[in-house]
Nanobody, 125 residues
């Protein structure tokens, strides 16, 4: 069992930065692929980024490449999402998720076993 708690969301102006954190409970954190998804009002849940168990491999949706960086610290049971050059279209609830399966399934939300409660990110002037 893994419990996930996100933090770090808020209101930021276009071009600004935020750093999201996701703290995981349990001793199996390092056994899971970790990812961030987001859901904007009136839209479905969208894959944003994922990091492999050891942190060596990462994946991003095209719209955030070069602006967002995902990382993890297995000693602290925490995954991060550094978001720079934020745009209004990044406004959404951001969810942390844990996936016990194959790395190639990382973008598929249905593969994820555990989800956090979400943190709101609003990009507006």
């Amino acid at each position: 069992q893994v419990q996930l708690v996100e933090s770090g969301g808020g209101l930021v102006q276009p071009g600004g930065s935020l750093r999201l954190s996701c703290a995981a409970s349990g001793r199996t954190f390092s056994n899971h692929v970790m990812a961030w998804f987001r859901q904007a009002p009136g839209k479905g849940r969208e894959f944003v980024a994922a990091v492999s168990r050891g942190g060596a491999a990462v994946a991003y949706i095209d719209s955030v490449k070069g602006r967002f960086t995902i990382s993890r610290d297995n000693a602290k049971n925490t995954v991060y999402l550094q978001m720079n050059s934020l745009k209004p279209e990044d406004t959404a609830i951001y969810y942390c998720a844990a996936h016990y399966g194959l790395w190639r399934s990382a973008p598929e939300s249905v593969r994820y076993d555990y989800w956090g409660q979400g943190t709101q990110v609003t990009v507006s002037s």
